[in-house]
């Protein structure tokens, strides 16, 4: 089981998620950590994906910020509602 172990920060803005076959889909950006996000969107996540994210946090970052993620949890929320988790990776990290 995938355990927090970073210190999130609650967010609520957009977010843009490229995947493999090079689809891009806006989703929402619920939180970030140095480890990785939460998003919710209209389309489903698949755990171990593979996607770009690009979001802007002004409060922390000054320049948006593109990081290569992997799916690690994935729930539908309603028929028409995905939510997951993506990790960045231990070599990816965000410092802030």
């Known amino acids: 089981m995938y355990r927090r172990t970073y210190e999130r920060f609650e967010q609520n803005s957009s977010a843009i ?3 493999s ?5 806006k989703f929402i950006l619920e939180n970030i950590s ?3 996000v939460g998003v919710v969107g209209y389309r489903p996540l ?5 996607v770009t994210i690009t ?3 002004p409060q922390l970052f000054d ?3 593109r990081k290569a993620a992997k799916v690690v949890w ?3 929320v309603n028929e028409s509602l995905w939510e997951g ?8 990290m965000l410092n802030f």
Do not use: A, H, Y
Request: no cysteine; net charge negative.
């Open 21 to 25: 076959n090079s689809t891009e889909e």
């Open 74 to 76: 994935s729930k539908m």
């Open 85 to 92: 988790g993506l990790d960045f990776g231990l070599d990816n």
């Open 46 to 50: 698949q755990i171990n994906d593979k």
């Open 55 to 57: 979001f802007q946090v």
């Open 34 to 36: 140095t480890r990785g």
């Open 17 to 19: 998620l490229v995947f």
């Open 63 to 65: 320049k948006p910020i």
